[in-house]
């Protein structure tokens, strides 16, 4: 199993500019999560997803838009990029809740700059 | 909302334990506990999950009291492999999925 992956590893966007960050795992988890990290900072949820054709907004969804047609793969979508958007990605994903375990694997992360 | 706050640094030396405490004081009737290991230009890996009193798996102990309101993760014996960050996260009871709360994280620097 390649677990999690994220693309492209590192991105420069000019203010204004959109772009897709790719996420895909191949676990057959139900649950998926994009968050953020700011230098020096914990992480923040974006967005998340319980199953497909299913998301909801976690703690910083301004900016950002998700999508989730297969279990696999879950984008995430920023439009008119701002340097507030410049940070590290990752995209996560776990089990369903009903198991009990709420591991969560996480992938390599995507650094944003955006200037 | 679930706020999670743990000490920003903290140094140990080779073969000790060491206890990182996480406080969360709103922390909800369902929510677990969750704690992560995240390494420079890593993403997060987990270390260990709990709910109430204590779990121990083959790298950690997870200690919760009574009222939940704190959480301590110990590292028994300690090596320079285990210099990393560490965050509790809390969050997903019920229907808390989006309300999930890492905290900011504690540096453990281990020194030889």
């Known amino acids: 199993n390649a677990g999690v992956t994220q693309t492209p590893k590192f991105r420069i966007l000019k203010i204004g500019q959109s772009m897709t960050l790719q996420c895909t795992q191949d676990?057959?988890?139900?649950?998926m999560y994009w968050y953020r990290q700011d230098p020096g900072m914990g992480l923040k949820l974006i967005y998340y997803?319980?199953?497909?054709?299913?998301?909801d907004k976690g703690e910083v969804p301004n900016g950002y838009n998700v999508s989730r047609s297969t279990t696999e793969d879950f984008p995430l979508r920023l439009e008119l990029a701002a340097p507030s958007q410049t940070s590290v990605y990752f995209c996560a994903s776990s089990y369903s809740r009903d198991r009990d375990d709420y591991e969560q694997y996480f992938g390599p992360g995507t650094r944003l700059t955006v200037t | 909302l679930a706020k999670t706050t743990q000490p920003i640094s903290m140094d140990s030396y080779e073969g000790q334990e060491v206890n990182i405490t996480c406080s969360h004081n709103?922390?909800?009737?369902?929510?677990?506990i969750t704690w992560y290991q995240q390494f420079p230009s890593q993403g997060p890996r987990f270390i260990i999950q709990?709910?109430?009193t204590k779990v121990t798996n083959e790298v950690a102990s997870l200690f919760i009291p009574a009222d939940r309101k704190s959480s301590t993760l110990s590292l028994p014996r300690v090596s320079l492999s285990d210099t990393a960050v560490y965050y509790c996260l809390v969050g997903y009871g019920s229907s808390n999925t989006g309300k999930l709360i890492f905290g900011q994280g504690t540096t453990l620097q281990v020194k030889p």
């Open positions: 676990m057959n988890h139900n649950y």
């Open positions: 709990g709910y109430k």
């Open positions: 709103n922390i909800a009737t369902n929510d677990y």
């Open positions: 997803s319980v199953g497909a054709g299913i998301t």
